[in-house]
Nanobody
Framework: QVQLVESGGGLVQPGGSLRLSCAAS????????MGWHRQAPGKQRELVAA???????NYADSVKGRFTISRDNAKNTVYLQMNSLKPEDTAVYYC??????????WGQGTQVTVSS
C-alpha cells in the first residue's frame, strides 16, 4: 500500500503562482517516476510534468517555461511550481508515482482554480 498526500491547490488570480506538493509513504523500496496530471471540466486527463529517478523531465507544451517540476528523494516528495498561471490551467491536479516493481499510484487530486 502506497499513500500519496497532495497539497498546495487553491484559488489564484491570472499571473499568480502556486506550488503543489505530493508526499509518498508506505511500502516501497524506491520511486522510479513522479509526475503531475490534470483534468479540466469536460476534458481528458493530461500529463503536465514528470520526473524520473535519473532526472529526466517531461513537460506538456502548454506549461513549458511556466511550470517547474522537482523532487526531494529523501522526503519522497515531488513538487510542481506553477508560475504565470492562466485561466486555462484551471483543473484538478493529480500526483502519480511509479515505485520499484512498476506499480503506479494516484493521489486524490487537488483543485487549482485560476480566475479574476
Amino acid at each position: 500500500q502506497v499513500q500519496l498526500v497532495e497539497s498546495g491547490g487553491g484559488l489564484v488570480q491570472p499571473g499568480g503562482s502556486l506550488r503543489l506538493s505530493c508526499a509518498a509513504s508506505g511500502r516501497f523500496v524506491s520511486i522510479n517516476v513522479m509526475g503531475w496530471h490534470r483534468q479540466a471540466p469536460g476534458k481528458q486527463r493530461e500529463l503536465v510534468a514528470a520526473i524520473s529517478s535519473g532526472g529526466s523531465i517531461n513537460y506538456a507544451d502548454s506549461v513549458k517555461g511556466r511550470f517547474t517540476i522537482s523532487r526531494d528523494n529523501a522526503k519522497n516528495t515531488v513538487y510542481l511550481q506553477m508560475n504565470s498561471l492562466k485561466p486555462e490551467d484551471t483543473a484538478v491536479y493529480y500526483c502519480r508515482v511509479i515505485v520499484s516493481g512498476g506499480y503506479a499510484y494516484w493521489g486524490q487530486g487537488t483543485q487549482v482554480t485560476v480566475s479574476s
